[in-house]
């Protein structure tokens, strides 16, 4: 079970997620080429370890556990694996 950034994330993204994170599969980070144009951050659901170190540190509670995501962004887990093509 991997975790998700859901819709609180948009027009955010900050990426305090993004350094806290072991493996770094939350992506885009500030220097890659699509950071300006992706309205949020995401997860790859393939590389996440399921440790859960980015929650507490996310600003706009946007990450949820995939069991644990509200039913009114449900979508969000597809959006998310669809980021990484997946």
């Known amino acids: 079970m991997a975790y998700v ?3 609180p994330c948009i027009g955010t993204k900050d990426s305090a997620c993004v350094d806290a994170c072991p493996v ?4 885009p ?3 890659e080429a699509d950071f300006d144009g992706s309205v949020q ?3 790859d659901p393939q590389e996440c370890i399921d440790c859960g170190a980015c929650v ?4 706009v509670s946007a990450i949820f556990a995939l069991d644990d995501l509200p039913t009114q962004w449900a979508e969000y887990a597809a959006k998310n ?3 990484f093509g997946r």
């Open 29 to 31: 980070k500030k220097d």
């Open 5 to 7: 950034i859901a819709e």
């Open 41 to 43: 951050l995401y997860i």
């Open 56 to 59: 507490p540190v996310c600003p």
């Open 24 to 27: 770094d599969c939350i992506h």
């Open 81 to 83: 694996a669809e980021h």
